[in-house]
């Protein structure tokens, strides 16, 4: 069997991050890119808001060049998705694409969360023209333009706020006659002139032609139908951690996403160490993601040393 000392699984900027740290201790880490090569950037268009970059990268750009950051120092980085992995015992046994079994002496998860879409057809196709489910990562684009929020959750709420700073309208998209979000957030959405709420209302279609979003067509509960003419549709109705596999092995909190010791990147089982979105509900920022990947090489490698 495979042995490796080093196996991240995921390949966002935590991942990626990860691996160069590592293959530069020399851990000759293992990578494997999951369902998703290059992680959620890959669903961007521009990021303006990565350090170093003054004029801006396209989200594939910046993760093809963090996986050949990887690559230069030696990171074995491969297609390919854990589809099991057994971390009650070391070495830890994982399976690859249900076939290949892989040990290794420490895990770095890595494996991000998803942000929840509703599951239109029309929201899928004006993916990246328009939807977005991050307002810190797009809303810029949408400037002195008007956009549309989905969700009453704390998110929601944020997201309206920050995006009626930016934008000319902001319409925040409720299905319940409430928001879930703190009283604070949901006063801060009250008191900002440029947010509507429309309370029991429901996506019906994103509307757009081959330029990308131009509307949306809203139904209310009681079951009058509204196009507003948008550019922006911004998803805020949560995220699920990437955490299947590791499901009854490592703590969890009550979201779901991965438990690490304050200010670590330790996880309730030695050796396995957790970085980026899948132990991250509050920031969820690329340059927040590479930072805990950073963290969580540099954890892994000092504990593979005291071993
Ligand atoms: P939440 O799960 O709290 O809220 C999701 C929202 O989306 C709810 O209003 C929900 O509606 C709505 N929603 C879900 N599915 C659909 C759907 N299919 N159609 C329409 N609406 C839908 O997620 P958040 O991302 O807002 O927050 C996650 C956690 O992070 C929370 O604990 C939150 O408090 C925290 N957080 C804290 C922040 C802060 O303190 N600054 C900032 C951001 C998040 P319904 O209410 O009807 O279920």
């Not at 040990?103 to 879409?117: F, L, R």
């Not at 979201?255 to 670590?264: C, E, H, L």
Request: aromatic fraction near 8%; include cysteine.
């Amino acid at each position: 069997m495979e042995k490796v000392k080093v196996l991240i699984v995921g390949s966002g900027p935590a991942g990626f991050t990860a691996a160069i740290y590592t293959s530069r201790a020399n851990l000759s880490p293992v990578l494997y890119e999951g369902i998703e090569p290059g992680g959620q950037l890959t669903t961007t268009t521009e990021i303006e808001n990565f350090p170093g970059y003054p004029e801006g990268i396209t989200g594939t750009l910046m993760m093809e060049d963090l996986r050949k950051q990887a690559l230069r120092f030696g990171a074995d980085v491969r297609r390919g998705i854990i589809t099991d992995i057994d971390l009650s015992k070391r070495p830890f046994k994982a399976i690859v694409d249900h076939e290949h079994e892989i040990e290794a002496d420490a895990v770095i998860v890595a494996t991000g969360a998803s942000a929840k879409y509703l599951g239109l057809e029309s929201e899928a196709k004006y993916r990246g023209m328009g939807v977005s489910a991050c307002a810190t990562c797009d809303g810029f684009f949408y400037r002195k333009k008007d956009v549309a929020v989905v969700g009453g959750g704390d998110t929601a709420c944020e997201e309206a706020t920050y995006l009626a700073s930016i934008c000319r309208k902001v319409y925040l998209i409720v299905r319940k006659n409430y928001l879930r979000a703190s009283k604070a957030m949901q006063e801060r959405v009250f008191n900002t002139p440029n947010i509507e709420v429309l309370f029991e209302h429901n996506t019906k279609e994103v509307l757009g032609d081959e330029e990308g979003v131009t509307g949306v067509r809203v139904v209310s509960t009681a079951g009058e139908e509204r196009d507003l003419p948008i550019m922006g549709f911004f998803l805020a109705i949560g995220h699920h951690p990437n955490v299947e596999v590791f499901k009854g092995q490592l703590e969890l909190d009550e979201q779901g996403y991965i438990k690490v010791q304050p200010g670590t990147s330790k996880t309730s089982v030695e050796g396995v160490f957790a970085a980026g979105d899948v132990k991250d509900p509050h920031y969820r920022q690329a340059i927040t993601a590479a930072g805990s990947g950073c963290i969580a090489a540099l954890d892994c490698e000092r504990w593979l040393l005291a071993q």
